[in-house]
């Protein structure tokens, strides 16, 4: 089921299963993806990474995840584009902004208990019901009904990271994270974002550690290094190019940063990669 607007809005939903999973792997510009996984062992490579989803568990993805399927029951998919609903414009209304979406490295999932799940279960009838509708109010009711899934959905989030109480210092977590995401090329040590934010690179530690979260300074080296990861893996770029393209003086520096969570020099990994997919081939 889809909706298309007259200025370009998009809203897709859609039962996914094996037969039609392609979907996933369809670029749509400036869309955002919501995946609800209605089976359990469903197996997806996301960024080059093998992970494994179960029943009524719900993931956030942006046009910028590269998605590969290994193995899929059934999933319930919704993706709709900025002109149909813009997080970023609408932020004070549905605070997912550097949490389910655009929050550095982070792949959000979320897990429904027995309550929440009936909540969902009834968002996702009134969509169903919705799409079928053919009137001047189509658009608005899908767009309330969005942001109550995405609200919904950044409140256990919230919840399940064990974010600040305090709204003030959750939207500081959230800020953070955007800006690693937008800056982490440019921009590589806690004390640059802490002046962006106003805040002492103390404070920000401080935060993370008591929310149990890995340090701010990880998360942009978590960035840094999925995105080392897509060039290696999804591009032509040489190591060179990438060095440059991430903010590292030399190739030595870059080779360095990724031994060090990887455990192979940059050319290995990109090697391992593409001996991956002739052997898959």
């Known amino acids: 089921m889809k909706f298309t607007g007259t200025t370009n809005e998009y809203l897709h939903l859609e039962e996914i299963t094996s037969n039609n999973c392609k979907i996933l792997k369809e670029v749509v510009e400036s869309s ?11 197996e997806l490579k996301i960024d080059g990474i093998k992970y494994s989803f ?8 942006t046009e910028f995840h ?14 709709f584009n900025r002109p149909f609903y813009c997080i970023l414009d609408h ?14 490295s982070r792949l959000p999932l ?19 019901i919705e799409m079928d509708a053919n009137d001047s109010l189509q658009i608005d009711m899908l767009q309330m009904m969005l942001k109550r899934y995405l609200i919904l959905g950044t409140r256990i989030y919230k919840q399940q990271e064990k974010y600040p109480k305090d709204e003030s210092l959750s939207d ?3 800020e953070f994270n955007f ?21 002492s690179p103390k404070t920000l530690a401080n935060i993370f550690s008591k929310m149990g979260a890995k340090s701010p300074l990880r998360f942009i080296h978590d960035r840094k ?8 893996i999804y591009t032509d770029y040489s190591i060179k190019e990438i060095t440059f393209e991430l903010g590292f003086s030399d190739i030595q520096s870059f080779s360095r940063f990724f031994k060090k969570y990887e455990t192979v020099s940059p050319s290995e990994f990109k090697e391992k990669h593409l001996l991956g997919k002739i052997a898959n081939s």
């Open 179 to 199: 800006l690693v995401e937008a800056h982490f090329k440019e921009k590589h040590t806690v004390a640059e974002y802490a002046e962006l934010l106003h805040k």
């Open 110 to 128: 979320i897990t429904l208990d027995t309550k929440e799940l009936e909540k969902f279960e009834t968002l996702w009838r009134m969509f169903e």
């Open 66 to 79: 590269k998605i590969e399927v290994l193995s899929i029951g059934e999933i319930r998919f919704l993706r």
């Open 32 to 42: 955002l993806t919501v995946l609800w996984f209605q089976s359990n062992q469903n």
């Open 91 to 104: 932020d004070v209304e549905v605070s997912c902004k550097g949490a389910l979406f655009f929050g550095a």
């Open 172 to 174: 500081l977590v959230r």
């Open 225 to 232: 290094l999925l995105e080392a990861r897509r060039l290696l």
């Open 54 to 61: 179960d029943k009524n568990q719900i993931l956030y993805l």
